[in-house]
């Protein structure tokens, strides 16, 4: 495996100024990852760069679904059910660790967004454009079946259920193995290293000038054709290239509340009606169970996307309105998230009426922007970007690139022989740290988040001498994590490598301390740095709970 090292940046600082690539792509979220991926296993040689940590954006922000998106199925939106439906079952055999099957629940309920007639139709109309098979088409429940699987469901109102099978993931998990994948290959990627303007040659976009946060030294990095796949940023760096104009983004918040699970004790993933005529899920995971989403018009800070009290009220009294006998408080909630879906803005249409599908725009002066889509439909939204590239590239004398490989590039950490084989690699770990105190849930845990560099992880586990054993396995996380995953402030760590803030708390508030005085020693921080860093985690922590 590539060590990914941020005790290595200054290499690749170096490496990034001395060299000229053939593509720079701007934006370390799904969208750039899967692109530096594509690129890069057709042999271009390739640049990365994100101005904060990779997946900051929305991609650690989603609901965190592979998905063929039902809801964009009533409106019409066939091509992008179909791409992405196909895709779910791609992108878990590439990572079947990380890309879980996941039946879910739609309830059908008394005058509810789908009839009964419409549900059967609409469900089967979903299998066949993703190409579903055997065991995961979808089912139609009476009233007794669906209450046997889910007994919270409101009884009174219930006329029975879909039951259809989706995949869920981690979607910053899955952005840093799909980049890591990329460091295979002729790929240099860096963290805390923001694009603040461009370089031209002869009136085209040859590169851009760039600050890394961290030493804040400015430096240029040259490529021949540079990518915007800033996601909501998108059209900051349109307005800097000044091409800003024609289509423009429209950004819409949505919000995610996470509860610990005998809160809200569901056994399924549920998408159900809301009050409002919108949908949302709950979905049960680890010790925890999240719901989401708001959907509403953002144009504040992109930097700073909080939950607001109304959020929460609007998704906890969603919630209670389905599931009657629950009765969630506001005060139960554990953690939260908001991200920004940057969508394509369409006159005339609500939030929620827009539509998800991608679109490129080339600038005159061929900066290149990539902005709408789907975390399910990267490695499509990918192929579709490289090739524009190589079509630039042949009109421009030089030669097609080959072919998209990416559908049979397995991702790093999952190399399983199917689902079944990562359950008995769960079995292999949960026997290896059971005489440490550690369990079934523990060894998902490992394996779900980081695939088959789990063994690495309890490797050097097993190096450490410390007597509480929750502390070395947090320990040798975040080694791996500094070493092998760029992992540059504890907020990296905390949030986006292990995901703990959002479904793990206790394990966050239990160790933080600790966890901050680990990267002062790895990263050897004064007492201004870590101040720094300390006011940044605690921010964070105290916004989980508005
Ligand atoms: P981002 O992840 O935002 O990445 C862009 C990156 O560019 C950011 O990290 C940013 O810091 C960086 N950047 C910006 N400016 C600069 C600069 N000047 N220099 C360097 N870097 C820069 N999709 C699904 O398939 N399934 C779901 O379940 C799902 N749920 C969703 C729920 C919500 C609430 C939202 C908001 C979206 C959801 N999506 C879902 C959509 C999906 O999350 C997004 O389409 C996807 O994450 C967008 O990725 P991206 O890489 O384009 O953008």
Redesign the pocket.
């Known amino acids: 495996m590539n060590e990914f090292s941020a005790l290595n940046r200054n290499a690749i600082n170096e490496k990034l100024s001395d060299n000229k690539f053939d593509i720079l792509i ?7 990852a899967g692109i530096a991926l594509d690129a890069a296993a057709r042999g271009l040689k390739i640049a990365l ?4 940590d990779f ?5 650690s ?7 063929g998106g039902l809801r964009y199925l009533k409106q019409f939106d066939v091509k992008l059910v179909k791409e ?1 439906g196909s895709e779910r079952a791609i992108v878990h055999k590439l990572a079947p660790h990380l890309v879980l099957p996941e039946k879910m629940l739609l309830p059908l309920i008394k005058d509810g967004t789908y009839g009964k007639v419409m549900s059967s139709i609409g469900l089967k109309v979903y299998d066949i454009l993703a190409g579903v098979k055997g065991d995961d088409r979808r089912r139609m429940l009476n009233k007794k079946k669906a209450m046997a699987i889910e007994p919270l469901l409101p009884e009174n109102i219930l006329e029975g259920a879909g039951y259809y099978a989706e995949y869920r993931t981690d ?1 910053a998990r899955l952005t840093i193995e799909v980049l890591k994948t990329a460091l295979n290959y002729d790929t240099t990627a860096l963290n805390y ?3 603040i303007d461009f370089v031209y040659e002869e009136g085209k976009v040859r590169g851009a000038k760039v600050k890394d946060s961290i030493s804040n030294k400015e430096y240029e990095i040259k490529a021949n054709y540079v990518i915007n ?5 998108v059209d ?2 349109r307005t800097i290239n000044k091409s800003k104009e024609g289509k423009r983004l429209h950004l819409t918040k ?1 919000v ?1 509340l996470t509860f610990a699970h005998e809160k809200l004790p569901i056994k399924n993933a549920v998408y159900f009606d809301i009050p409002d005529g919108r949908m949302m899920f709950a979905i049960p995971r680890g010790k925890t169970t999240y719901i ?2 708001t959907d509403t018009n953002y144009t504040e800070d992109k930097n700073d996307v909080k939950v607001t009290k109304e959020d929460v009220k609007y998704l906890v009294d969603a919630v209670n309105n389905m599931f009657p006998t629950v009765d969630l408080q506001v005060q139960d909630l554990q953690s939260c998230w908001a ?4 969508l394509i803005h369409e006159e005339g249409k609500s939030e929620s009426e827009l539509s998800r599908k991608d679109e490129i725009f080339v600038s005159p002066t061929e900066l290149i922007s990539i902005a709408g ?5 990267y490695r499509k939204m990918a192929q579709r970007i490289v090739y524009l590239i190589s079509k630039m590239n042949q009109k421009g004398k030089g030669k097609l690139f080959s072919n998209s490989k990416t559908r049979k590039i397995v991702l790093s950490g999952g190399k399983f022989n199917g689902k079944n084989d990562v359950i008995s690699y769960i079995k292999t770990i949960e026997e290896r740290i059971i005489p440490f105190g550690f369990n079934h849930v523990d060894a998902a845990y490992l394996v779900h988040n980081y695939g088959k560099q789990a063994n690495i992880i309890l490797d050097y586990f097993d190096n450490l001498v410390e007597n509480d054993n929750d502390w070395r396995l947090m320990l040798a996380e975040l080694w791996f994590g500094v070493k092998y995953e760029m992992v540059q402030t504890p907020l990296d760590f905390l949030e986006r490598r292990t995901g703990n803030m959002n479904f793990d708390i206790n394990r966050v508030l239990k160790y933080k301390s600790r966890v901050l005085d680990e990267f002062k020693t790895v990263f050897d921080w004064n007492d201004k740095e870590f101040m720094y860093f300390k006011n940044q985690t605690n921010l964070i922590i105290k916004g989980l709970k508005p």
């Open positions: 701007i934006g370390g979220g799904i969208t750039g760069i994100e101005q904060n997946a900051s954006g929305t991609s922000k989603s609901t965190k679904l592979i998905h992405v979607d290293t923001k694009a796949a800033t996601g909501p940023w900051e760096l949505g995610h989401g989403t991200g920004l879906r940057p889509g789907k975390l399910t439909g």
